[in-house]
C-alpha cells in the first residue's frame, strides 16, 4: 500500500471528494482546492487520467450531465466498490501518516 | 473508440471553460487563456487519459486470443479441419494467383505503360498478327502528331552467338529508339543512337542482364567486346535492364539495330514487315491517336493490291490489351477454378463454425449473463475466426511455395513470364486480404444469426452452403472433364506424318562464311550424303521448315494458277497456301505417303525449279476431280510441272484445319537453299543417340554451328504441353473442390442426423423401419444435391463461352460432359450421405428417447 501512496493520494482525494455526491473534474479541482485552504494544488493535466482510470476499475460511474450553470459536464459518483475502496485507503493513508508523524517526532 | 476520443475531448473543453468562467467572474483578464496555462499541456492530458482505454483495449483483446486458444484446444479436430480446410483454399489461390498475377494485372516492365500502343495492318498474307510495312511506318513516323515515340522491331529470331562454342539465342532488331519509347534505359553501357541505326554503321547490340551474366561474368569489360553474332562481328555497347522482354512477351538476349535505309522502302513494292509500337503523348488517348491515324491508314490502304483491300485492316490497340487478349482465357480460368476451390473451403469452414457455435450456445448464453455484451461475443467469435483463417493462411502459403514450384516444373515453356512468378509483398498482400476477409465474416456470421437454435434461417443456411459447394463442384469438374476431353482430341488428331524415330535439328549458316549459294548447296549437299552414308539411318531430309508447328512460306492462292485454264486474277487473297523446300528424301524420311504420281528424286534437282509435289487438298482445290499428274501449275512467276501428290499434313499446328499446301526443291529458286534449313534424320533408334550423331555430324563439317537437335516426337507433344497443363490444373482443383465439397455434405448430413436423432429413435419406436430412416436422411441430402447439380449445371453453361477457345473438338456445353458430371457428383453426394444414414439406421430408440 505504501509504495504507491504518493501517486494514489490524487486517487484518495477524488474518491474523498466524491464520497459528497456527484461532481465533475472541474469541480473536484474547485472542491479540493478549497477545502485544503490552497495548500493542495490538483494539476489538472494528470486528474482527467486519474479519472478515467478509476472509472475504468469499476470505483467510478460517470455520465453527461447539466450543470446549475446550464453547461454540459461529465459527472463521476462513487460506486459500491468506490466506497469500499475509500474506506481501504483512508485507513491506509492514516496508518502512514502515523507512521510518518512518529519517525518525524523521533527524530 | 472514436467515440472515446471524442467524449475525451469534449470533457477538457468543458473543464477549460468553466474554468474560464470561474475567471471571468474573478474579474480576470484574458480568461481564455489563463484556464489554458492553469491546464498545462492539454495535449498530453488528452494522450494520458485515451492511454487509459487503448490499455484497457488491448488487455482485454489479449483475453479474447486466450480464451480462443484454450477454446481451440478443447476443440482440436474441428480446428485441425478449420485451419487445414482454410490452407489448402488459400494454398491453391495464392499459387496460382503468384502465377497470373504478372500476366493479368502488374503493370508491364514498361514506364508508364499505360500510354504505350501497338498498331498495325492485319493481313492474311502475317497470319493474326498487326504489321507495319517499312514505307508506311516511315510515313506514319514522319505525319503522325499524337505520339511522343514511334519505333519499330523486326520480330525475334533465333541467331547463333559464337562465344568460345556456338549458341544458339534470340535475337531482335530494333530502331535506336525502342528503349526510349518504351521508357527503358540500358543498365550498363549506353543506348543505341541514330548513328547505330544509319545503314552501313557498323553494327552494335545491347545484351540482355541473363547473358551478361552467364557469359560474361556481369563485368562491365563486356562493354566494347566484340561478339559473333550469325558470323558478323558486333560490338555489345550496352546491358538491357534485368526482367527485358520484348512487347511481343517474348525473351530477347540481344538487340540489334534495324539499319533501314527507308529511302528504299517504296510503297506498293517493299514487303518489309515491322511491329510498329509508340508512346502517345501525355494527355492525348487512344481514341484520339486512333481517330488521327485514319487518314494515315486510309491512304497507306490505297496501296494495297485492289483486289485484297477487303480483306486488310488497320488496327491501334493499348499494347497490355494487345498483349493479354490472346493469353488472358488460360489464367483467367485457372484464377477462376481456385477461387471457386476457395470458395468450397470457406464453405466448409463456416460449416464448421456454424456447427461449434449451435454447440457453444450455453457457453455463450452464461458469458451473456454475467455481463458480455453482444458486441463484446461478436468479437470473441471474430478472433477466433481470425485467429483460423490467419493460421490456415500461414499453413497456405507454406503449402503455396511448394505448389508453385510444382507449376514452374509442370508447366510448358512458352507461359509468359511464369519463371519470375513468386510469393511477393504483393501476393502476400493478396492472400492476408482474402484470409482477413474471410475470418471477419466467417466469425461474424454465427452471430448474427443469433442464438436460436431452430431458427429458420440456419435451416436454409447450411443446406445453402452444401447445395453451393457441390454447384460450384460441378462447375470445376464440367470444366476439367472439357478440357480433358479437348487435351485427348487434340492428341489423336492424325498429324499425317509419323514422328516416331525421327530428330530433327534446325542449323544456320553464317551469312559471313557461306555468302554464295553454292557454298551453302555444297555444305547441305555433303551433311546429306555423310548422314545418308551411316549404317542403320534409314531416312535423310533436308527441309526449310517441318511441320506441324507452322512457320512455312507461303503464297497467296489466289497466285496460284493452273496453266491453259481461264480463271486469271479471282477476288480476293483465297488465303495463304503453305509451301516447304525439301530434298528427295524428305516424304520417306518424314512418312509422309505419296498417293498419286512420285516425289522428287535425283535427277530432279538437276532442274530444281520445273517439278512441283501438291498437297491432297490443294490437288483437290486446283484441279477437283480432275487428274493433276502432268499438268502445269503456276506459283507466282515459277512454272511447274505436277509430279505427283502428298497426303496432307497438320501444318499450323493442331487445332487448326488441314490447310493446302505444296512442295519444292530445296535447291529451287535463285536464293535456295537458303542460309538455315531443318535437317531430319529418320534411324529406328533411341533419340538421344540419333540427336548426338546428328550434332556430331553437323559440327563434323563445321564446329562453328550450333546444333541443337530434338526429337519430332518431343515437338509434337510440345504442341499439346499447354493444354495438357491447363487440364492436369483444373483437373487438380477440380478433384479438390469435389473432395472439400463431398466433406462438407458428410459433415451437414452427420450434423442433422446428430440433431435428429432423438426424433429419429421416436419415429422407429412408432414402427418406421431401418429403410424409412435411411430414406429419410438420404431425401434430406439428395435435396441438397439436386438443388446443387442443377445449379451448377446451370453455371456450367453460363460459363461455358468463356472456355471455348480453350477448347478442341468438344463443343463447350457438351451435353454427355454435363451428364457424367451429374452422375459423378450424384454418385461422390450418395457415399459423403450413406455413412450418416448408416449412422441413423443404427439408433436405438429406446436410448434415443431416454437420452436427456
Known amino acids: ?107 | 473508440m472514436s467515440d472515446e476520443r471524442d467524449e475525451i475531448r469534449r470533457e477538457l473543453d468543458a473543464h477549460l471553460e468553466m474554468r474560464a468562467e470561474q475567471l471571468r467572474e474573478q474579474g480576470v483578464a484574458n480568461a481564455d487563456e489563463e484556464a489554458r496555462r492553469r491546464f498545462g499541456n492539454k495535449a498530453k492530458a488528452y494522450e494520458a487519459t485515451r492511454q487509459v482505454h487503448v490499455r484497457e483495449w488491448v488487455e482485454s483483446v489479449g483475453q479474447d486470443l486466450l480464451y480462443a486458444w484454450r477454446s481451440f484446444r478443447r476443440t482440436p479436430g474441428f480446428t485441425l479441419a478449420a485451419v487445414a480446410t482454410m490452407a489448402l483454399g488459400i494454398g491453391a489461390a495464392t499459387s496460382v494467383f503468384s502465377v497470373v498475377d504478372r500476366i493479368l494485372f502488374r503493370p508491364l516492365a514498361y514506364a508508364q505503360e499505360e500510354r504505350l500502343v501497338w498498331l498495325g495492318m492485319l493481313a492474311p498474307i502475317a497470319g493474326d498478327i498487326e504489321f507495319a510495312l517499312a514505307p508506311d511506318y516511315d510515313d506514319w513516323r514522319r505525319k503522325q502528331t499524337v505520339f511522343e515515340e514511334f519505333t519499330a522491331m523486326r520480330g525475334g529470331f533465333d541467331c547463333d552467338l559464337m562465344l568460345n562454342e556456338p549458341l544458339r539465342v534470340r535475337c531482335a532488331r530494333v530502331e535506336w529508339n525502342f528503349l526510349p519509347t518504351v521508357g527503358l534505359a540500358a543498365r550498363l553501357g549506353r543506348n543505341l543512337n541514330a548513328d547505330d541505326d544509319r545503314p552501313g554503321a557498323p553494327p552494335v547490340a545491347l545484351i540482355s542482364s541473363g547473358l551478361w551474366s552467364r557469359r560474361f561474368g556481369g563485368s562491365a569489360t563486356a562493354l566494347g567486346q566484340k561478339i559473333d553474332v550469325d558470323g558478323q562481328p558486333v560490338e555489345v555497347v550496352g546491358v538491357l535492364p534485368a526482367g527485358f522482354e520484348l512487347p511481343t512477351m517474348s525473351n530477347a538476349d540481344i538487340l540489334l539495330t534495324n539499319q533501314i535505309d527507308y529511302s528504299q522502302q517504296v510503297r506498293g513494292t517493299s514487303t518489309m514487315i515491322l511491329r510498329a509500337y509508340a508512346r502517345l503523348k501525355p494527355g492525348v488517348s487512344l481514341a484520339q491517336a486512333q481517330a488521327a491515324f485514319e487518314p494515315l491508314f486510309a491512304d497507306a490502304l490505297t496501296y494495297v493490291p485492289e483486289r485484297f483491300r477487303k480483306e486488310v485492316k488497320f488496327r491501334m490497340y493499348s499494347l497490355r490489351d494487345r498483349q493479354v487478349r490472346d493469353t488472358r482465357t488460360a489464367p483467367l480460368m485457372l484464377l477462376g477454378a481456385v477461387l471457386a476451390v476457395f470458395l468450397i473451403a470457406c464453405a466448409n469452414v463456416a460449416n464448421l463454425l456454424l456447427a461449434r457455435a449451435a454447440g457453444r450456445q450455453r457457453e455463450i448464453a452464461i458469458r451473456r449473463a454475467i455481463g458480455a455484451g453482444r458486441a463484446r461475443i461478436l468479437r470473441q467469435m471474430v478472433t477466433e475466426s481470425l485467429l483460423l483463417c490467419f493460421a490456415g493462411c500461414a499453413l497456405g502459403l507454406w503449402l503455396a511455395s511448394g505448389l508453385l514450384q510444382l507449376f514452374v516444373y509442370l508447366a510448358p515453356a512458352g507461359i509468359p513470364r511464369l519463371a519470375e512468378a513468386t510469393l511477393d509483398g504483393r501476393v502476400l498482400g493478396m492472400s492476408f486480404a482474402i484470409s482477413l476477409f474471410a475470418g471477419l465474416v466467417f466469425g461474424a456470421v454465427p452471430v448474427l444469426q443469433g442464438p436460436r437454435v431452430s431458427s429458420p434461417r440456419r435451416v436454409w443456411l447450411r443446406p445453402a452452403l452444401v447445395a453451393g459447394q457441390i454447384a460450384i463442384s460441378v462447375v470445376l469438374l464440367t470444366g476439367a472433364g472439357l478440357l480433358t476431353q479437348s487435351l485427348y482430341r487434340m492428341q489423336s488428331v492424325p498429324l499425317g506424318f509419323a514422328p516416331d524415330n525421327l530428330v530433327a535439328a534446325n542449323i544456320t549458316l553464317s551469312r559471313g562464311r557461306y555468302p554464295e549459294r553454292e557454298r551453302r548447296l555444297e555444305f547441305f549437299r555433303s551433311l546429306e550424303r555423310n548422314l545418308a552414308g551411316i549404317p542403320g539411318v534409314t531416312g535423310v531430309a533436308l527441309a526449310d521448315s517441318i511441320p506441324p508447328a507452322g512457320g512455312t512460306f507461303a503464297m497467296i492462292y489466289s497466285n496460284i494458277n493452273v496453266e491453259g485454264r481461264a480463271g486469271g486474277a479471282r477476288e480476293g487473297t483465297g488465303g495463304m497456301v503453305p509451301h516447304r523446300f525439301v530434298t528427295p528424301g524428305y516424304f520417306a524420311t518424314m512418312g509422309i505417303p505419296i498417293l498419286r504420281g512420285r516425289g522428287f528424286n535425283e535427277d530432279d534437282r538437276r532442274q530444281p525449279d520445273s517439278v512441283i509435289v501438291l498437297g491432297e487438298r490443294l490437288a483437290k482445290m486446283l484441279f477437283g476431280s480432275d487428274d493433276p499428274l502432268e499438268k502445269v501449275v503456276r506459283t507466282g512467276s515459277r512454272r511447274e510441272v505436277v509430279i505427283g501428290v502428298a497426303a496432307d499434313v497438320r501444318n499450323e499446328g493442331i487445332k487448326t484445319s488441314i490447310s493446302p499446301e505444296y512442295y519444292e526443291l530445296h535447291n529451287a529458286g535463285g536464293a535456295w537453299p537458303a542460309n538455315y534449313s531443318y535437317v531430319l534424320l529418320r534411324a529406328p533408334a533411341d533419340a538421344g543417340v540419333s540427336e548426338r550423331l546428328l550434332r556430331t555430324e553437323i559440327q563434323r563439317l563445321d564446329s562453328r554451328i550450333s546444333v541443337e537437335p530434338e526429337a519430332v516426337r518431343q515437338r509434337v507433344a510440345k504442341l499439346t504441353a499447354q493444354p495438357k497443363f491447363q487440364a492436369s490444373l483444373l483437373s487438380l482443383f477440380a478433384a479438390l473442390g469435389v473432395l472439400l465439397a463431398a466433406v462438407g455434405l458428410y459433415a451437414g448430413i452427420s450434423y442433422l442426423v446428430i440433431q435428429r436423432t432423438r426424433e429419429i429413435g421416436v419415429r422407429m419406436a412408432l414402427g418406421a423401419t431401418k429403410g424409412d430412416v435411411a430414406a429419410m436422411v438420404l431425401r434430406q441430402a439428395g435435396r441438397w444435391t439436386v438443388v446443387g447439380i442443377a445449379l451448377g449445371v446451370a453455371g456450367a453453361i453460363a460459363l461455358s463461352r468463356f472456355v471455348e477457345t480453350l477448347l478442341f473438338g468438344v463443343p463447350a456445353r457438351d451435353p454427355v460432359t454435363l451428364a457424367l458430371v451429374a452422375l459423378l457428383l450424384a454418385a461422390v453426394a450418395l457415399v459423403a450421405a450413406w455413412v450418416p444414414a448408416r449412422r441413423a439406421m443404427a439408433v436405438d430408440p429406446m436410448e434415443a428417447i431416454r437420452h436427456e
Open chain 1, 1 to 107: 500500500m505504501a509504495s504507491d501512496s504518493l501517486q494514489g493520494s490524487l486517487e484518495l482525494l477524488i474518491l474523498k471528494t466524491l464520497e459528497a455526491g456527484p461532481n465533475h473534474g472541474f469541480g473536484i479541482t474547485i472542491h479540493i482546492d478549497s477545502v485544503s485552504g490552497g495548500l493542495l494544488r490538483v494539476e489538472e493535466g494528470s486528474l482527467y487520467p486519474a479519472l478515467h482510470r478509476l472509472q475504468k476499475d469499476g470505483l467510478l460511474s460517470a455520465a453527461w450531465e447539466v450543470t446549475p450553470n446550464g453547461r454540459r459536464a461529465r459527472y463521476y459518483s462513487l460506486t459500491a466498490a468506490g466506497r469500499k475502496k475509500l474506506a481501504r485507503a483512508v485507513e491506509g493513508w492514516a496508518s502512514l501518516s502515523k507512521g510518518v508523524n512518529r519517525l518525524l517526532r523521533f527524530a
